[in-house]
C-alpha cells in the first residue's frame, strides 16, 4: 500500500472550464475534491478563449423560439464530423448531446447567468441539422472584484476588454454601420464608468472562468496554484492517486474515487509538435494558454493510455507582428476586399468560414506560410491585428510585416508571387464580387461566412473587389489556440488503453483528449462545451451518480 500526504476523493489535474464544472458536482455529491493547477493563474485555455460553449438543443433554445433538438444535433455531427474514429464514436456524440443540455440546465441551478448568442449560427449551417440562428452560449460580464484575493490569480485571454456578443462583431464595424457605432459606444462607455466606478469587469473566457471559479470556491472546491502534478499512482492497475509538488514539497495524494486530466494540450511543447503535428510548426505561432505543454498527455500514456487526432489542433490563420504580437485573424479574414493565396498566388479556401478548416487547407496546400491579399478598402474601414481601419502602424511598412505597393504586380513582386499569376487570381475573383457569387469557394453562402462580414456591401457582404490601390499583404500561418488531440476516452470520459479498455480511476476532457468533434469545428464554442460536458460526466461517473 502506498503511503499519502493527504487524501481525497477527486483530483483534478488543471483547471480549466471542465475542472471547475466537475468540481461544483462533486461538491454537491458530497465528495472532497483538490484541483492542481501548475501555473501561477486559475482558467486555463477557456480563460483566454472568446468565452462560449456550443450546446446543441440547451434550454435556453426553446425560450427564444428556436427549434433544435437531439436528432438535429445527431444529424449534424453526422453530416460534418462523419467518421472521425473512436474519439467520436457514436456513444460519445450520443453522451455529448444528451447530457450537454442536461449540464447547462445544472449550471443555471446553480445560478451561472449564461445567455445565448444569437445570430452566432453553426459554422456549417447549410448541412443536415445546422442552426443559422445558433447553438453557441456566453456567461455575461463578471466583475472580478467579486473574487477577492483570487482576482488577481485568474487568467485573462490577449483582448482583456468587458466585451459582450454581439459587441464583438459589431464594434469590428464601428465606421460602416448604425449597429457597429452603437456597439463600439456601449462598450467605450462600459469602459469609461469602470474607471470612474472601479469595476474590473471581464468578458469572453474570463468571465466563464470568473463565475465558473466565484462557484467552485463557494462550493469549498479545494484549488492550489504553482502545483505541478509529476506523477500517476498506479496500484494493481487502477490510478490511486497522484505525486504533486504543492508548495514547494513533493506531496503524495490519495484520490479514492478517481483523477481527472484536464490540463491542456501540447500546442507550446516544440518537441511533441515535431513528433505528432503537420509540419512546418511553431510554438511561434500559438495564442495557446502558458500552461499547454503535454506533460499531463504523457504521464497517463505512461500508465497504457491511448491517443488520438495527436495531428489536429483549433487553427486560426495567425500573422506576428513587429512587436510579437500573435494576431488571429477570424474577424478580419471575413470582411470583403481580402483574399488569401498559396505560393502560387492561388485562393484555395473560403476566407469567411471555418478558421480550423482553413488551417486543415493551409497545410493541405502546402501554404505554409500563406499570403492575404487585401485592398486599401479593407485597410481604410476594418481593424487588422488590432489595428483600426486608417491607422496602419508605420512599424508595419517599415519592418516588411506588412507589403504594400501601388499595383498588385508591384506587391506580388514584393511578396515574390509570380505577378500574373495573382493579377489572374485577382481579376477572377473580382468578378465573383460583381455577381455576388464565389464559383470556387463559395464565400459568403452559409450564415456562418456572413456573421463577421460587411452588410453594406453589397450583392455579396463577404466579397468585395480588389482594384483600389494601394495594395496591402501580410504572411500568414497556421496559427492555433491549442492542439486538439489526445488522450482517447469513453462515453464516461474515462481514458482507454490501445485495447480499448478503460483504465480504472482515470479520467480526462478538455484538450487534454481527442475531440467527440473529430477533425471538425462544427460552432463556435465546441471545445469548451466538450470539456464542461465531460467533466460534469466524469464527476457524476467517478462518484457513482446516475448518469443514463
Known sequence: ?????????????????????????????????????????????????????????????????????????????????????????????????????????????????????????????????????????????????????????????????????????????????????????????????????????????????????????????????????????????????????????????????????????FARNAEMRREYGPQPSSVDWTNANPGDTGEAIEMAMAHGAAVDLMDQAVWLVTSVTPKGFRAFHVLDLAKPHLIMVDQKGERFANESGSYMENGQRMYARGAVPAWVIMESRHRERYVWAGAMGGKTPEDWITSGYMKRADTIEGLATACGLDPQALRRTVHRFNEFAATGRDLDFKRGERAYDRVFADPTVKPNPCLGALEKGPFYAVQVYPGDVGTFGGLLTDEHARVLTDAGAPIPGLYATGNSTASVVGRCYPGAGASIAASFVFGYIAARHAAGATIN
Not at 45 to 74: F, I, R
Not at 153 to 165: A, Y
Open 1 to 265: 500500500m502506498a503511503h499519502w500526504d493527504e487524501s481525497v476523493d477527486f483530483v483534478v489535474v488543471g483547471s480549466g472550464g471542465g475542472s471547475m464544472c466537475a468540481g461544483l458536482v462533486l461538491r454537491d455529491l458530497g465528495k472532497s475534491v483538490v484541483v492542481l493547477e501548475k501555473t501561477d493563474k486559475v482558467g486555463g485555455s477557456t480563460a483566454m478563449s472568446g468565452g462560449v460553449l456550443w450546446v446543441p438543443n440547451h434550454p435556453l433554445q426553446a425560450a427564444a423560439g428556436v427549434k433544435d433538438s437531439y436528432e438535429q444535433g445527431l444529424a449534424y455531427l453526422e453530416a460534418t464530423v462523419g467518421d472521425a474514429g473512436p474519439a467520436s464514436s457514436p456513444q460519445r456524440r450520443d453522451a455529448f448531446l444528451r447530457h450537454g443540455p442536461e449540464m447547462i440546465s445544472y449550471l443555471l441551478r446553480k445560478g451561472l447567468k449564461i445567455r445565448r448568442c444569437e445570430g452566432w449560427s453553426d459554422y456549417y449551417d447549410e448541412k443536415p441539422g445546422g442552426c443559422a440562428r445558433s447553438r453557441s452560449l456566453a456567461m455575461e460580464l463578471f466583475d472580478a472584484r467579486e473574487l477577492g484575493d483570487w482576482n488577481a490569480k485568474l487568467r485573462r485571454g490577449p483582448f482583456d476588454i468587458p466585451i459582450r456578443w454581439p459587441e464583438s462583431r459589431q464594434s469590428m464595424l464601428m465606421k460602416r454601420t448604425p449597429e457597429g457605432f452603437l456597439g463600439a459606444m456601449r462598450l467605450g462607455l462600459r469602459m469609461a464608468s469602470m474607471k470612474l466606478t472601479g469595476k474590473q469587469l471581464v468578458g469572453m473566457g474570463a468571465a466563464i472562468q470568473g463565475r465558473m471559479l466565484q462557484a467552485a470556491l463557494r462550493a469549498g472546491v479545494d484549488i492550489r496554484l504553482e502545483s505541478p502534478v509529476q506523477e500517476l499512482v498506479e496500484e494493481g492497475g487502477r490510478i490511486v492517486g497522484v505525486v504533486a509538488q504543492v508548495d514547494g514539497r513533493e506531496r503524495r495524494i490519495q484520490a479514492r474515487d478517481g483523477v481527472l486530466i484536464n490540463a491542456g494540450g
